[in-house]
């Protein structure tokens, strides 16, 4: 199924990722050659087949629910591009 | 000249006391000096850390403490995050993040003595076969065309700067990830061993996430030896890992000297592909013959599903880049774009901050995990993925390892395959089965193409079974002779 420019939009904006108008039809043509290619896994019958998730060929481990770590605020802020005292902070939200 | 030095021999000069850590740092540093300008390999070159860990590597052999890697330089992928210093994933959007932490491997090689020279540079998030995509410009592989000095010729990638630094003798040794091929297309590149060990087998923890379910840490070094001796410092069951194997780690070094006497070695017929070069087909005739003489029983064995490992790749892997990938919003670290609002300037952040190639496939992902489209592309692929897996499970029931060619190429030049995405993709056709099934694998230096390129055989192994990996990389090792040296490299 190709895509339209009015699904790259949906797309782009479902990413978060700014996408100019003059950009969509480049952007179209290039994930369609790609998906067109990933088509190819019709082919493939996978009747009864159980989806793998990961290479992991073992159970997932279980740990105790407690802190084991933390108190770093000024280290984890440090990074952070603007900050307000103790918060990380962001273009204001809610009026 | 030290710089030619294997890591095992380094080790050995150094408890001699036949030269000293703080040499060894330097004539690496000096190396790193001249050629980096050039080759672009190294992103941030720690020197001052480097000539304080050699110091304190010296001090230690003083008093007989002497561990795995005391005074060995080695170089290390700018995935990895090291603490105090820049990690930026080769991305813009990561340019200023200096982490206040140590990933698992790199703390694990720091216990063992290492000293860090640099950070180096890769495609951006570890997402290309080139080294192209990085942010900070591409990397030039040292080794050049015979008939064609001129051309610049890629080192391969993800893990481009790595293997161009360990080539040219700017390291002993470097990390790298491999999540379709991106440790074994470049070692293949270079003339390198590279090692991608089973998943699970070396912690992610602290690697920037790229694919969560087949990115997978492991070693650049120059002989089987030394990747071995990496490998067993690098690896570790790490609690902070939730897939990390609670596995005892094997003495790899040993292993490599084991042989292949008796083992049964398995030739997957659907590696044979329309188009690739007969000089390949020769050498993975030549290796085939070289284990054979050796010892081994060779049989022909079957993996179905091969041709649709790359596609099945292409969706699962960028689901999951897009999902790690939603963390660069601008809020926490990283570089910010101001927009109107909130969700403005995470889009403007984005934009700016993340590649061609990483937006195509944060794009692509984001597609497949949609509502509507979820299990056309991504529930389909993960059962293709299961069918990919049950093939090497039923290959391993009559075999202990495999043997194939690492690429489908030597090195190509700059800007080629750059005009279709997919054409670039196909150069992770022989490698990319092992990350979507977990399996160990490493490619091996076996021979040079009729331009004096190097190409690697690829030895694929059961799952955490990589002491017969090293066993038969060893054993081609040992029957290539490869002695050839890349035109570019330190001392030269």
């Known amino acids: 199924m190709a895509l339209d420019p009015t699904t790259i939009r949906r797309i782009a904006t479902l990413s978060r990722i700014r996408v100019e108008d003059d950009q969509l039809a480049p952007l179209a043509q290039e994930l369609n050659g790609i998906l067109g290619w990933i088509e190819q896994l019709n082919e493939v019958n996978v009747d009864g087949v159980e989806p793998l998730t990961g290479g992991a060929q073992m159970a997932m481990k279980m740990r105790d629910d407690v802190v084991t770590d933390g108190g770093y605020a000024e280290d984890i802020l440090a990074n952070a591009p603007d900050r307000n005292g103790a918060f990380f902070a962001v273009p204001k939200v809610v009026e | 000249m030290l710089t030619d030095l294997t890591i095992a021999q380094a080790q050995t000069g150094l408890r001699a006391k036949q030269f000293t850590a703080e040499e060894l740092t330097e004539a690496h540093l000096r190396g790193i000096g001249t050629l980096n300008p050039r080759l672009n390999a190294f992103l941030t070159v720690t020197a001052e850390q480097a000539r304080e860990q050699a110091k304190a590597a010296d001090a230690a052999i003083a008093k007989g403490d002497i561990r795995p890697l005391t005074g060995i330089p080695l170089a290390i992928k700018d995935l990895f995050c090291t603490k105090g210093v820049r990690t930026t994933a080769a991305s813009m959007i990561l340019s200023p993040f200096v982490p206040p932490y140590e990933s698992t491997v790199t703390a694990n090689l720091l216990r063992d003595g290492a000293v860090f020279v640099g950070k180096t540079n890769l495609d951006e998030f570890a997402m290309g076969s080139s080294n192209m995509s990085s942010a900070f410009g591409p990397v030039e592989n040292p080794w050049k065309r015979r008939q064609d000095q001129n051309a610049v010729l890629v080192p391969g990638g993800s893990s481009g700067g790595s293997a161009a630094a360990v080539s040219a003798r700017l390291a002993m040794g470097a990390t790298g990830t491999d999540t379709g091929g991106s440790i074994r297309q470049p070692a293949s590149f270079c003339g390198l061993v590279g090692v991608k060990p089973s998943y699970g087998r070396c912690s992610r923890w602290g690697v920037v996430a790229f694919a969560s379910s087949l990115d997978h840490p492991g070693p650049f ?72 003489d050796a010892g081994a029983e060779i049989v022909d064995v079957s993996l179905p599903h091969t041709k649709y490992g790359l596609a099945t790749y292409y969706i699962v892997a960028p689901a999951e880049a897009s999902s790690n990938l939603a963390r660069y919003d601008g809020v926490r670290f990283g570089q910010r774009q101001d927009g109107g609002d909130l969700t403005e300037m995470y889009s403007n952040t984005r934009a700016a901050g993340f590649g061609a190639e990483v937006r195509r496939r944060i794009m692509i992902g984001t597609y497949v995990l949609s509502a509507g489209y979820y299990d056309a592309y991504y529930l389909r692929a993960q059962k293709v993925r299961a069918l990919i897996l049950r093939d090497f499970h039923e290959a391993f029931q009559k075999v202990d390892a495999l043997i194939t060619p690492t690429t489908p190429s030597a090195a190509f030049a700059q800007g080629e395959k750059m005009d279709d995405p997919v054409q670039m993709y196909l150069n992770d056709l022989f490698t990319v089965g092992a990350n979507l099934a977990g399996v160990p694998a490493t490619s091996v230096p076996a021979g040079l193409d009729s331009n004096g390129l190097p190409l690697g055989l690829q030895i694929i192994g059961k799952p955490f079974d990589e002491e017969t990996v090293f066993a038969v990389s060893a054993e081609i090792e040992r029957a290539a002779g490869f002695t050839a040296l890349p035109q570019i490299r330190a001392g030269a």
């Open chain 2, 221 to 292: 070094a120059r002989t089987v030896q030394d990747s071995a001796i990496l490998l067993r410092s690098m690896a570790s069951h790490d609690p902070k890992d939730s897939t990390s194997a609670d596995r005892s780690v094997p003495d790899y070094e040993a292993a490599c000297k084991r042989g292949v006497k008796g083992l049964r070695i398995g030739v997957p017929r659907e590696y044979r592909v329309d188009g690739m070069p007969a000089e390949i087909e020769a050498l993975w005739e030549q290796g085939v013959q070289w284990l054979r």
